[in-house]
């Protein structure tokens, strides 16, 4: 015998009522070189990173014009004031409070550049449920959309979560 | 500046050259103080095992996707573009485990006015198990 309620749905009403809605929006401290460069020498490491992303005179020859950031740079790394802990799209006890990260989609648009500000936002984008071998399960996609100071569209990521 | 692959030279069933990393905690702390990124299962061990993983302490899904990027940018070069990369997170990444990207393209067209050629991807280990099933989209250059 189970000991877990019969749900009938892991769908919340606080999920009905965000669907769509834009929510966690902050802004990125201003993009340095050096920050670029750190991300690509940890995230090539052991080898050296390709030039575009540290040697600005190399980087002006090429389409880009200059330095930019490679395209998982995280610039909202390190801030002063940590966000939250986001709450979970999902129901807050016993079914559905086991989770994992279903993997995730990104579109890229221009690239990061140094003295670049980045906005974030993020909105539950939509969901489904059915039963898998976990039970009964729901999958929720995340939608979260970068844009720099000029407006233009960096990234758009959009993560699976698996609730069962 | 030095073009690696242009759009008139690919054609599916092309896969993507060897690129491969063995990763422990020096890649994944590296990745960690950049990321902002310090999570007690990627850096102890007793953490590790307390999450069900008997060998330890083990690597971050970010840092495989990241080494997605990294083999498709060191394929097209600097003058090329990745359009869009996904990947599901599967087996674990553990510690000093070779990590190979691999790519196989699927697909090319003209899409949008971009020459965008279509991969199936993945992260394999040492074993050739799948550690991140996944696809991206490349936009390469003319020759002309």
Redesign the interface.
């Known amino acids: 015998m189970t000991s877990e309620q019969q749900v009938d749905t892991l769908v919340t009403p606080e999920m009905e009522e965000k669907k769509g809605v834009w929510e966690n929006e902050r802004v990125s401290y201003p993009v340095s070189e050096s920050d670029i460069r750190?991300?690509a020498?940890?995230?090539?490491?052991?080898e050296k990173p390709?030039q575009?992303f540290w040697d600005e005179e190399y980087a002006k020859?090429?389409?880009?014009g200059g330095i930019i950031a490679?395209?998982?740079f995280?610039p909202f790394?390190?801030p002063i004031d940590r966000p939250p802990r986001q709450e979970s799209n999902g129901p807050r006890s016993g079914r559905g409070q086991r989770g994992m990260?279903?993997?995730?989609?990104?579109?890229?648009g221009v690239p990061i550049r140094p003295g670049d500000v980045i906005t974030s936002r993020t909105r539950l984008k939509d969901w489904n449920e059915r039963e898998t071998r976990l039970g009964l399960t729901l999958f929720t996609e995340t939608e979260m959309e970068w844009r720099n100071q000029r407006g233009e569209h960096v990234k758009t990521r959009i993560s699976t979560g698996i609730r069962y | 500046?030095p073009i690696n692959v242009y759009f008139e030279d690919v054609n599916v069933g092309d896969e993507l050259p060897e690129w491969s990393r063995t990763t422990d905690f020096?890649?994944w702390n590296?990745?960690a103080?950049?990321?902002?990124?310090f999570v007690y299962i990627h850096m102890d061990d007793e953490a590790g095992r307390a999450a069900l993983n008997e060998r330890g302490a083990f690597g971050m899904?970010?840092?495989r996707?990241?080494y997605l990027?990294?083999a498709l940018?060191?394929w097209i070069g600097?003058?090329a573009?990745?359009?869009?990369?996904?990947?599901?997170?599967r087996a674990i990444n553990q510690k000093n485990d070779t990590l190979t990207v691999t790519g196989k393209i699927t697909d090319k067209k003209v899409e949008d006015g971009e020459n965008r050629v279509y991969l199936e991807t993945n992260v394999v280990n040492q074993l050739g198990e799948t550690t991140c099933p996944?696809h991206a989209v490349v936009v390469l250059p003319n020759r002309s």
């Open positions: 750190k991300w020498l940890a995230s090539y490491w052991p390709p575009l020859g090429t389409k880009w490679p395209q998982d995280n790394a390190w990260n279903g993997g995730q989609v990104e579109t890229f | 500046m020096m890649s590296r990745y103080a950049v990321n902002d990124e899904g970010n840092l996707y990241t990027l990294n940018r060191d600097d003058e573009e990745i359009r869009e990369a996904a990947v599901q997170y996944g």
